[in-house]
């Protein structure tokens, strides 16, 4: 225990039961130390993954959650779901790699104030045992609005060629975006970035909805690339202060930075089964990437992530490979880099970096595209690369060619889904579909936008899911559903997560349903 050390902690209090009892509402002689901070909840149930994992990135020692009891929720459901959120919260706790004992969930009823101050202050005392969080508060200084001026954006206007626009309004006629909200213009965003000040450009929340899917990059007959144009702007809004709007309030992100730390010895392996065969070290890694948070942080929708590792790795042993899987390996930092956290994300990059070269692996091997674009392209700009890296439908791809993969026959339909990184980002669309087509018997029905035309899934980097997302969503899945396929074939895990969670959606007809799988999961069950 630190010497002198007096715990910050967070409190989320039950409106109902607990917060009365710190702000007065109800008399009570109960005393709490002053480095406690209580937080009021309209009712326990509505305390989320995103608050909790909040509060530890922003420096808290301890989060403590105060609800109703079961029997007494003045919500009726509401005390139930705060047990809910908080076992799974308590799940990625753990799996990052800090104390679960850093938090805690109590339940009170508005008649036990002592009850609830001796719960309290037992678990300061736990906490002051801990000691300090390994988490460390990053406090951003930003920039005074009026210090900025448009130099700060001058070379990305030039690096992207933004200065060429003709106004055609091609881009904004294939967005994806503009299509349903007419309060969004790639061109309009353009020449606001031409024409007007910075810190203009820079409060503008339409910055945050472009999806950056590229597909104006590739209509654009002036060939500017607006994605690295928005990813400039972000970059430079974030130093002032502005955020985007984040799904899940905000869990993703707080995750992600979480990680940042160094110091944080996370249990993210037990995916692993016994018929899997793993190393520490070896020439060929596989970057596993967030598939183990996804799987808790979302498995209310249906979706486990995690089945798309353990195929990938079963591929992998199937060719003989026994891939090096790191146990403290991170996010790679690409849904930072795209809501403009530069900083953190670099921290994430160097430190994966670091950890391949531990391992030996002269091949990085990627199942996510959003990783595999991450690497391949980002990480360059600002660290030495010097490792190999595929994506796994490429190294498939070679494998089938040489004659290394064995299906079994299968008469099903399926239909494909190119993922905006794989696809026209890195200009991937062949692999998937040669891997698909060697399976014996199987057919692939093409939806009327694939390839360079494929509509996206309507999210990216946890950002701008909105009403707009779900008809892009309703609208996409309509498509995958007419081609008559019996499954809809993904190669992205958000694409899966996404187009699940809008059939989920109570406007969602059965038109739009249609069981969907991952490409790796699907091959490897399709293996003799």
């Not at 002689?29 to 009712?43: E, H």
């Not at 980097?461 to 996409?476: D, H, P, T």
């Amino acid at each position: 225990m630190a010497k002198n050390f007096i715990p910050k902690i967070v409190a989320f209090c039950c409106n109902w039961s607990t917060y009365p009892f710190v702000n007065g509402e109800k008399a009570s002689d109960t005393q709490f130390p002053p480095n406690i901070k209580f937080v009021k909840m309209m009712c326990g149930g509505m305390v989320t993954p995103a608050l909790i994992l909040k509060a530890f990135e922003l420096g808290a020692d301890g989060v403590f959650v105060a609800t109703c009891r079961v029997e007494n929720c003045h919500y009726v459901t509401g005390a139930r779901r705060a047990v809910d959120v908080c076992d799974n919260t308590e799940k990625l706790i753990d799996m990052l790699g800090f104390e679960t004992g850093r938090f805690k969930l109590g339940w009170f009823s508005s008649h036990e104030p002592k009850v609830f101050e001796k719960a309290v202050n037992e678990f300061i005392n736990v906490i002051k045992k801990m000691g300090p969080s390994p988490i460390k508060m990053q406090r951003k200084i930003y920039r005074k609005q009026e210090q900025v001026t448009m130099t700060s954006l001058k070379s990305a206007i030039k690096d992207s060629k933004a200065y060429l626009c003709i106004e055609c309004g091609k881009c904004t006629s294939v967005c994806p975006v503009s299509q349903f909200n007419r309060g969004f213009s790639p061109r309009v965003l353009l020449n606001r970035t031409l024409r007007y000040s910075a810190n203009d450009i820079l409060t503008d929340k339409n910055i945050w909805a472009c999806l950056t899917c590229a597909m104006c990059d590739l209509r654009c007959p002036a060939d500017i690339t607006y994605i690295d144009l928005t990813q400039a702007i972000r970059l430079e809004a974030q130093k002032l202060g502005e955020e985007a709007i984040c799904s899940h309030g905000g869990a993703a992100q707080a995750m992600m930075r979480i990680m940042t730390a160094t110091n944080l010895q996370q249990k993210r392996m037990d995916w692993i089964d016994e018929d899997l065969k793993v190393a520490e070290k070896g020439e060929v890694l596989y970057f596993v990437g967030c598939l183990p948070h996804f799987d808790i942080l979302l498995g209310d929708i249906g979706v486990h992530t995690i089945r798309d590792a353990k195929s990938s790795v079963k591929i992998l042993n199937y060719l003989g490979i026994t891939p090096a899987i790191m146990p403290q390996e991170r996010c790679c930092g690409h849904d930072l880099l795209w809501s403009g956290d530069l900083e953190n994300f670099k921290k994430l990059a160097e430190y994966n970096i670091n950890e391949i070269k531990k391992t030996g692996a002269k091949k990085v091997v990627f199942s996510c595209p959003e990783g595999y674009r991450t690497f391949k392209i980002d990480y360059p700009k600002y660290f030495n690369v010097d490792f190999e890296m595929q994506h796994i439908t490429e190294l498939l791809r070679d494998a089938i060619n040489e004659g290394k993969l064995k299906f079994k026959e299968t008469d099903k339909v399926i239909t494909f889904q190119d993922p905006c990184r794989l696809g026209r980002h890195l200009g991937i669309y062949d692999a998937p579909r040669e891997v698909l087509s060697s399976i014996q018997k199987l057919k692939l029905a093409e939806m009327p936008r694939s390839k360079k035309r494929a509509v996206c899934c309507g999210v990216s980097a946890w950002m701008n899911c909105s009403f707009y997302s779900k008809r892009i969503q309703m609208r996409r899945l309509k498509e995958a559903k007419e081609t008559g396929a019996d499954v809809f074939v993904l190669s992205c895990p958000k694409c899966e997560i996404h187009f699940n969670c809008a059939m989920k959606e109570e406007e969602a007809r059965d038109d739009i349903k249609i069981p969907t799988e991952q490409l790796v999961t699907f091959v490897a069950d399709a293996l003799t």
